[in-house]
């Protein structure tokens, strides 16, 4: 039997990664508050609003489904640094990053409503920074991209030339890693092969 596959994220991004694979996943937004929680570590956290989400949306679901719950935070000197809060920050940040690395931190939460079983682990993926002028970041930041999305930046978007390279996986800096999916569904005894459309 084929389980529905049940995004619990917002993320476009995630989503079109998951199409991309073959899948047509549900999105059930979780509305979890991340500014309410926090971890010792920028993994840690990521991990935790992971689990959160796929849990707040596991809740919800009556049918059988595997709920899928990530989030992501960038890892610079060992802060945490999600989505800015404003335009400042966002210069701020990328200001900090040019010619620099930080590690995406992706958390991975997978519930089986069937039975309550859950898998998750954090993906990391260096991110090497280029140099990009201040009237490149200003240009970024004008088109408001950078507000929505962990450490002000995109693998898969306008931010695409200021990165010079990734160290791992390339998924899991847009927002999902894939390798670490199969993982996380194989430790649940499901095939990622039964769940393509």
């Not at 991340?34 to 935790?48: F, Q, Y």
């Not at 569904?185 to 769940?195: A, N, P, Y």
Request: proline letters at 5%; one cysteine or more.
């Amino acid at each position: 039997m084929t389980l529905p596959l049940i995004l619990a994220s917002a993320s476009p991004a995630r989503l079109g990664l998951l199409r991309q694979a073959g899948f047509a996943p549900e999105v059930v937004v979780s509305g979890v508050d991340e500014d309410a929680l926090s971890a010792a570590t920028p993994g840690a956290l990521a991990l935790l609003l992971a689990e959160a989400k796929a849990r707040t949306v596991a809740a919800r679901t009556d049918a059988p489904a595997l709920v899928v719950g990530c989030d992501s935070v960038l890892d610079l000197d060992g802060e945490a640094l999600g989505k800015p809060a404003d335009a400042a920050e966002a210069l701020a940040r990328w200001q900090a990053m040019r010619g620099r690395s930080g590690v995406l931190e992706t958390g991975h939460c997978v519930i089986d409503t069937r039975t309550g079983r859950q898998a998750s682990a954090t993906a990391s993926t260096t991110v090497r920074f280029g140099t990009p002028t201040d009237t490149e970041i200003a240009a970024y930041i004008a088109t408001g991209e950078p507000l929505h999305v962990a450490g002000a930046f995109t693998l898969d978007g306008r931010s695409a030339p200021f990165v010079d390279g990734v160290d791992g996986s390339h998924g899991n800096v847009i927002g999902l890693s894939l390798p670490l999916l199969r993982t996380l569904l194989l430790e649940l005894g499901v095939s990622i092969t039964d769940l393509w459309a």
